[in-house]
């Protein structure tokens, strides 16, 4: 029953914003450091922010520092990614990502639990 659904993505143009949501449910959202990665075609997957359990703590991949901001809701059970100043190279399959235990790193995608299906970011020059 543990599900992440991942809401939000489209196209945009250069220098545009978008605002990704994660809806989760299933287990314990409040417990679980909460994580963004994308995909684009015929490249690994890429770290883009994560968030700590009660949400003081970021962090986010160099790519998309200054221009992206995570964020969550535990009474909603939402994580959020919100994407401003977009360029081409945004473009990909962004998913979002839940991991249980604190004290190891966030940038890896073998170190998260659950996942969702993902959402497609197309941004038009």
């Known amino acids: 029953q543990v599900q992440l659904v991942e809401s939000g993505g489209g196209l945009a143009q250069a220098g545009g914003s978008l605002r990704l949501s994660c809806a989760a449910s299933?287990?314990?959202?409040?417990?679980?450091?909460m994580g963004w990665f994308r995909q684009a075609p015929g490249k690994d997957r890429e770290f883009v922010a994560s968030?700590?359990?009660?949400?003081?703590?970021?962090g986010y991949g160099d790519s998309v520092k200054g221009r992206f901001t995570i964020s969550r809701d535990n009474a909603k059970n939402t994580a959020y990614l919100q994407m401003n100043s977009l360029k081409p190279e945004d473009t990909a399959v962004y998913f979002c990502?839940?991991?249980?235990?604190?004290?190891?790193?966030?940038?890896?995608?073998?170190?998260?639990?659950?996942w969702g299906q993902g959402t497609q970011v197309t941004v038009s020059s």
């Open positions: 968030i700590s359990w009660s949400g003081d703590s970021t």
């Open positions: 299933g287990f314990t959202f409040s417990s679980c450091v």
């Open positions: 990502a839940a991991k249980r235990r604190q004290f190891t790193g966030s940038a890896y995608p073998h170190l998260y639990d659950y």
